[in-house]
């Protein structure tokens, strides 16, 4: 007889694979500005004059020494119209274009000869860094008697306004180029000329467009003294005489058309910038 023995087989279940969670990103740090806002620098402007008009509506300010936005606003209606504000911008204007292109014009030739080349650099820095330590308006007197109390000495002295910021910010850049590049520029084989125009000029543009707005700036604010004195016509002389009658609403039209014309021409600036400088990427971008 044969005893027959049967084993019962258990089967285990393998157990469910589990869903695998997807990993987790790291989350970054966002370190640049970000995204540049609409209209973001007339945003400062504006809350300015609104908390002007806020301030003038609450009675918070004397009318007499801060007039309200639109008693400003009135005025320049009214010298506008029927008084000499149109031919006091265009003199002003003519002033500042005149000493800001001849300015330009002396920064840029002196920074590269001072820049490229030694004798350059031994005749004419040491001389601009004494003439930096002057201050423009102490010359006033000084040219007034060389060039007589006419528009002469008014573009001259605008011109010397232009000139030093240009000169510094551009002779700056230049002797800042990496010479590396100029290692590769003599391992490729380029001539003077094409350095300059390949490596010198490209590589000098960013300081040379900082220089060009503190020059912009730099004219206005000459302007703004120069028309003040032995002037009979601008918007400076429109303001000396509205002190003289303590017409504050004239000084502050004034005031107000100086800040336009200034912020206007930096903002070309900024833009002839952007479209020179296009491939540069920097934080502002």
Same mark, same amino acid.
């Given at each position: 007889?044969?005893?027959?023995?049967?084993?019962?087989?258990?089967?285990?279940?393998?157990?469910?694979?589990v869903a695998s969670s997807p990993p987790r990103r790291a989350r970054t740090r966002r370190l640049a500005p970000g995204r540049r806002l609409p209209f973001a620098r007339v945003l400062g402007p504006v809350l300015v004059l609104a908390?002007?008009?806020?301030v003038s509506v609450l009675g918070?300010?004397?009318?007499?020494?801060?007039?309200?936005?639109?008693?400003?606003?009135?005025s320049l209606?009214?010298?506008?119209?029927?008084?000499?504000?149109?031919?006091?911008?265009?003199?002003?204007?003519?002033? #500042?274009?005149? %000493? +800001?292109?001849? $300015? *330009?014009?002396?920064? =840029?030739?002196?920074?590269l000869l001072a820049g490229l080349t030694r004798v350059g650099e031994a005749l004419i820095d040491g001389t601009v860094q004494v003439k930096r330590a002057v201050p423009n308006l102490g010359l006033i007197p000084l040219f007034?008697?060389?060039?007589?109390?006419?528009?002469?000495?008014?573009?001259?002295?605008?011109?010397?306004?232009?000139?030093?910021?240009?000169?510094?910010n551009l002779v700056s850049a230049l002797s800042g180029i990496d010479n590396r590049y100029v290692e590769l520029a003599r391992v490729?084989?380029?001539?003077?000329?094409?350095?300059?125009?390949?490596?010198?000029?490209?590589? #000098?543009?960013? %300081? +040379?467009?900082? $220089? *060009?707005?503190?020059? =912009?700036?730099?004219?206005?604010l000459a302007l703004v003294v120069l028309e003040q004195i032995n002037a009979t016509s601008g918007l400076g002389y429109m303001m000396y005489q509205a002190q003289n009658y303590?017409?504050?609403?004239?000084?502050?039209?004034?005031?107000?058309?100086?800040?336009?014309?200034?912020?206007v021409s930096d903002s070309l600036?900024?833009?002839?910038?952007?479209?020179?400088?296009?491939?540069?990427r920097g934080l502002s971008s």
């Open positions: 007889m044969t005893d027959t023995v049967q084993t019962d087989t258990v089967q285990i279940a393998a157990p469910a694979p908390l002007w008009a806020l918070l300010t004397d009318q007499r020494a801060l007039p309200a936005p639109w008693t400003v606003l009135v209606w009214d010298v506008w119209t029927t008084g000499t504000l149109r031919s006091d911008i265009l003199t002003s204007l003519q002033r #500042a274009s005149l %000493g +800001f292109v001849f $300015g *330009l014009a002396g920064g =840029v030739v002196f920074a007034i008697l060389w060039l007589g109390i006419g528009e002469a000495f008014k573009v001259v002295i605008i011109a010397l306004g232009v000139f030093v910021p240009i000169y510094i490729v084989g380029l001539t003077r000329a094409q350095f300059i125009r390949q490596v010198v000029f490209p590589g #000098a543009l960013p %300081g +040379f467009f900082v $220089g *060009l707005r503190l020059a =912009v700036t730099g004219s206005w303590g017409q504050t609403d004239l000084i502050i039209v004034g005031l107000l058309i100086y800040g336009v014309f200034g912020f600036v900024r833009m002839l910038e952007r479209s020179a400088l296009s491939w540069r």
